[in-house]
């Protein structure tokens, strides 16, 4: 099955994507809206506890730290992808470089941590164009504490289900 | 916003669970399948940090313990809500009770436990007689080891976001 590593923002953040997401995103029905740390990867049910502990050691090395939004973007042309792009601060990237470089978790990722939360996908050129012009606008100002990430696998019907919290610093 | 405290059990009794769902159940896109532990309650989203403890003291108390089904079930006429029958083991009774006769989550529910994973919701009256006759044939015997429960909560549009997993006797 495949698991997936991702931090839940807050229920205003949430709230905020969602508004689009429910519009523009297919997968809005297939989990909460989230800023991936690892994207998914492969994985036996029966080893979950393990990457669990690994996690947790990770956990424990982080204290809670700031995240703000800057504004709405897309990775237009290399897909017609539009998020709420994120301050890659520090620690996030820390946080995010210890999981993707750790050889525990597989083949690292060759794609440039771009830290999002994504609120519009699979949308034609022409779709992609109107909204992002719109949506693109937006003031997106939101800052707040994040102090936890969840390890979480995906259903057979494509549904997402949280396995696990881990909390900075604990 | 609305809080809640729920188990997710095992993917493949997910799975099991999900193929129904997503036909007699119009919530499925909003949660995936689950043992209700305490239904929806009123929390402020600052509060969570104080439920978190109050719920990791909870869970140390307790050791995983056995989950298995026995039936597939409906409370009809009382609504017409089909589910997989949990055997009401005592840990799980116990569990239930701490959680629900605690004054610190409000007043308890006047519900008897009847320890269950939805499959089947919002029928009308012939649907759930023609959905039942035949569900209810189905064997259903799984189980596992129940080791952690989780707080979720809900977003505006109805899905709801897990903030907090507690591992038994962590």
Redesign the interface.
Known sequence: ?KAGIAI?P???L??FA??YR?RYDPKY?LI?PHLTLKGPFDIN?EDLPRYSEKLEEIAQKYRPFPLRTTKISSFHPLNNVIYIKIEPTPVLVDLYNEINEDPFFGSPSENQFVPHITIGQELSNGEHADVYSQLRLIDVEFEETVD?F?LL?Q???G???????F?LGK
């Open positions: 099955m839940f807050s229920k205003k949430q709230d969602n508004s429910k029905a909460p049910e936890r969840h696998y259903l057979d019907d549904i997402w289900t949280v396995y696990e919290t909390l």
